[in-house]
């Protein structure tokens, strides 16, 4: 009798150990994460393959990814501030035009650099994806990646700058990583989306450079969100940048906390763009042999 109790116990164990690993394999994202950890080290050679070559042959090298910005900068200070006089805000976090302007463009250009180049990702490494077996999902995760190097120098340039003219370090800062996370989550599975569009319909890159020229003016980038007309600031609302954007200035700029609601903002819209977009990228590559 005990030992038919002690063998149902061990067959309920068991049970139990098979429903958990059943339900392990079904967590969505496990075989991507397990792919990333088990060729970690082919992720890495991308990344530093993608670095290299967008600066291979220049005398400057990797000193490109601070001008590039920097012309940036100047351009659009001169334009917004030397000739239209744009104001800021009495509550603005800076009365330095610049600075607002610098901060507002550190997360909109690693978004937005990330998914362009994601676009034509996977045709730029169609040799790999067809002749070996190859994970095309981590070609956009490598150029984010190689981003986030040049993103980090600009940061860099950025707290230089803040700490010399606005005096002011920040303690949150501490917590820039989660938004770059939230960020990379968002810019990784739209990159996602259109790398795998892109396969199949060419048009994409270039009606995706239509599409973030828009999204670039309905960001508070150059303005401050109440310049914005009333009519148009629901679009604030659904824009998951404006979040990254406000929470940028706020960490770099002030030393107050970033708002809750930002962090919430981006990371829902980050999970919700990464889980769609790796759905519908696992559903397209499906075809990309008879297409590469």
């Not at 994202?29 to 990344?47: D, I, M, P, T, Y």
């Not at 968002?186 to 599409?211: C, E, I, K, P």
């Not at 960490?251 to 999970?271: E, I, K, W």
Request: charged share 10%; aromatic share 14%; net charge positive.
């Amino acid at each position: 009798m005990l030992s038919s109790g002690i063998s149902g116990l061990q067959v309920i164990e068991n049970y139990g150990t098979v429903a958990i690993f059943t339900m392990a394999k079904r967590i969505p994202g496990r075989l991507f994460l397990q792919n990333l950890v088990e060729r970690r080290s082919l992720l890495f050679q991308l990344v530093r393959r993608d670095f290299e070559q967008r600066f291979v042959g220049s005398a400057a090298g990797w000193v490109w990814a601070l001008i590039h910005p920097l012309v940036l900068l100047v351009s659009w200070t001169y334009v917004f501030q030397v000739c239209l006089k744009v104001p800021l805000d009495a509550d603005a976090p800076t009365r330095s035009y610049p600075l607002y302007l610098f901060s507002g463009m550190l997360p909109w250009l690693l978004f937005s650099e990330t998914v362009q180049r994601s676009a034509s990702s996977v045709l730029d490494h169609a040799s790999l994806i067809t002749k070996t077996v190859f994970p095309a999902e981590i070609v956009p995760v490598s150029v984010f990646l190689s981003q986030t190097v040049s993103h980090l120098l600009a940061l860099v340039l950025m707290l230089a700058a803040a700490g010399y003219w606005q005096h002011v370090l920040s303690p949150y800062l501490l917590l820039m990583p989660v938004f770059l996370l939230g960020i990379g989550l968002f810019a990784v599975g739209w990159g996602w989306m259109v790398a795998g569009l892109h396969v199949f319909l060419r048009d994409t890159a270039q009606a995706l450079s239509v599409a973030l020229t828009f999204w670039f003016w309905l960001t508070p980038i150059m303005i401050t969100e109440k310049q914005v007309p009333a009519p148009a600031r629901f679009l604030l609302v659904i824009n998951p940048m404006r979040y990254a954007v406000r929470a940028y200035r706020q960490m770099l700029l002030t030393t107050a906390p970033p708002r809750f609601r930002d962090f919430a903002a981006l990371t829902v819209s980050g999970a919700i763009a990464f889980v769609a977009g790796g759905l519908f990228f696992r559903h397209m590559k499906r075809g990309f042999a008879d297409v590469l």
